[in-house]
């Protein structure tokens, strides 16, 4: 099975203040079909995970444009160009190369 | 808009066989774009991908190669819903238990989850 292993796995930010986290995998990320499987999801205090960022860098609808994702390879980031106060929880980085898709360890975000 | 509404019991003894029950509205359990999967958490193992079913032209199954012995996944057209059966549970099967669509977008596009079932594998 691909590791994902994010750093860093807990981060304090400041409202208004950027954040970045790290993605890497164990294996090449990129499919045969051209596209690299990485998303990028968000678990609310609570709450199911929500998907960010599909594709490495494709928001899903609805996720406000201060999420950004990239990368390529075995290396992939998130950014928050502006952390808000409803952006804490935890993000988990995720591949769907090949049978089984694995998740991160996950990256808890505080205010 | 697309809703999983999960059910099933929170309580399995051990050796016991856990099913989940996964309603979808908003979308088709034969649509020929999605596929329908478990997924679970704990503190122990993070985020574990179960399995899937999907239909394209018949069902197909694909199954972690972790609980493959042990785990069914099945459908129910008329109702709409997909269930998840596994059999001979131990404590280590404890954790919340989610069921998810990966929708048209992409593949293993998790884009919709239900809210969870904390399932406790006790005696």
């Known amino acids: 099975d691909i590791v994902m292993t994010q750093t860093p796995l807990s981060l304090s930010v400041t409202p208004g203040q950027p954040a970045s986290i790290s993605c890497k995998s164990s294996?090449?990320?990129?499919?045969?079909?051209?596209?690299?499987?990485l998303f990028w999801f968000l678990q609310k205090p609570g709450q199911s995970p929500q998907l960010l960022i599909y594709?490495?860098?494709s928001r899903l609808s609805g996720v406000p444009d201060r999420f950004s994702g990239s990368g390529s390879g075995t290396d992939f980031t998130l950014k928050i160009s502006r952390v808000e106060a409803e952006d804490v929880g935890v993000y988990y980085c995720?591949?769907?190369?090949?049978?089984?898709?694995?998740f991160g360890q996950g990256t808890k975000l505080e205010i | 808009q697309v809703q999983l509404q999960q059910s099933g019991p929170t309580l399995v003894k051990p050796s016991q066989t856990l099913s989940l029950t996964c309603v979808i509205s908003?979308?088709?359990?034969?649509?020929?774009?999605?596929?329908w999967n478990w997924i679970r958490q704990s503190p122990s193992r993070g985020l574990e991908w179960l399995g899937k079913?999907?239909?394209?032209?018949?069902?197909?199954?694909e199954y972690a190669a972790f609980v493959k012995s042990r785990l069914t996944i099945d459908v129910d057209t008329p109702k709409n819903q997909f269930s998840l059966h596994l059999t001979s549970v131990t404590p280590e099967d404890t954790a919340v238990y989610y069921c998810?669509?990966?929708?048209?977008?992409?593949?293993?596009?998790?884009?919709?989850w239900g809210r969870g079932t904390l399932v406790t594998v006790s005696s």
């Open positions: 998810a669509r990966d929708g048209p977008a992409s593949a293993w596009h998790f884009d919709y």
């Open positions: 908003g979308d088709s359990v034969n649509s020929i774009s999605d596929s």
């Open positions: 995720m591949h769907g190369k090949q049978l089984p898709p694995t």
């Open positions: 079913t999907y239909y394209r032209s018949k069902w197909y199954n």
């Open positions: 294996q090449n990320l990129l499919h045969s079909d051209g596209r690299t499987y």
């Open positions: 594709e490495v860098s």
